[in-house]
């Protein structure tokens, strides 16, 4: 399944609407180049919603993690929302877990940004 | 009774692609459940990528060896590369804290996470992983044999 990403405003947080797959090659690709587009554009309060990824290998969460490391030293933000529950998984096995902002309702992640 | 299939790769994506899609049909075939079949086609996709990218550096004169063997009680999948070889037994543990939040470094400490046994053997030139997924057993009993 090929990955996909779109971007939406929420009073003042960028969502990022993933699905598909994140691993090696081109779902890794379309994760990075997304965060560091919104990162150029000075977008830095950023929810990750991956509700509709199916799969995350360990080049992907390799990806997330070089996403947070961005965007954190830039200032910004940025937060999980919506893990399914083999990524909830992933990232415990892991010790991510406790590294990553991980929510499960949209209303309440975007009023968590500082 | 015990059914083995061989294939040669290509040192591609797409064969990361194929050795994966290649472990569900296996596991499924092997009568693992779904979880237990993600946790194979992952183990899976890990090594493949370990011998593409890492062994073989996506070098195309180089190729990678995927053999599958569905034994009746246990489903053991040995991929093997043609690169200058791997010491398994001296891996930085990605849960360090120095390394938690490196980009890389996650796939063989989740090779072993999903799978009940990992083996490795040099091969010279080259690294072969063997991967056992016993039916009715734990992954949280997962053992690994460093030859």
Redesign the interface.
Known sequence: MTMKASNRQVNGVTVVDMSGRI???EGSVVLRESVRDLVAKGQKKILLNLGDVTYI???G???L??A??TVRNQGGELKLLNLTK?VHD?LQ????YT?FDIKDDETAAVGSFK | MTKRVSYSFEST?DT?NRAESMAVEAAATAGFNEDEQ?NIA?AV??AA?NAV?HGNSADPAKKVLFVCENTGDALVITITDQGKGLDASHLPD??APDN?????G??I??IR?FMDEVKFRNTDPGTEITLIKHKGRSAANAKEEIK
């Open positions: 691993t090696l090659g290998d360990s080049s969460i390799g990806e993690v070089s947070f490391t083999k992933l096995i892991t010790k991510l590294v | 994506l990361v993600y992952m996709r890990e990528v990218m990605p849960l938690l939040m490196k980009g890389s996650r796939g400490f989740l996470a």
